[in-house]
């Protein structure tokens, strides 16, 4: 889960080789937002939170 705090931005899914996975928008209004990992395969992704052009928070996923 990621806390927008109310702004409006992208979240960035890489796997370790950095290849983007996935990108999800975010609207300015959305105060949490939920990535459904389910159809990753196991192993270790960042997800990064940008708005701006600015990294805001970046996480890290393990998927088991």
Do not use: M, W
Not at 22 to 44: Q, Y
């Amino acid at each position: 889960n990621f806390d927008s705090k109310g702004v409006a931005g992208q979240i960035f899914i890489y796997d370790l080789r950095g290849q983007l996975i996935s990108t999800l928008s975010i609207e300015k209004d959305e105060a949490l937002v939920t990535f459904n990992a389910s159809s990753l395969s196991s192993g270790l992704y960042l997800a990064s939170f940008r708005s701006d052009g600015i990294n805001i928070q970046t996480l890290r996923i393990v998927k088991q």
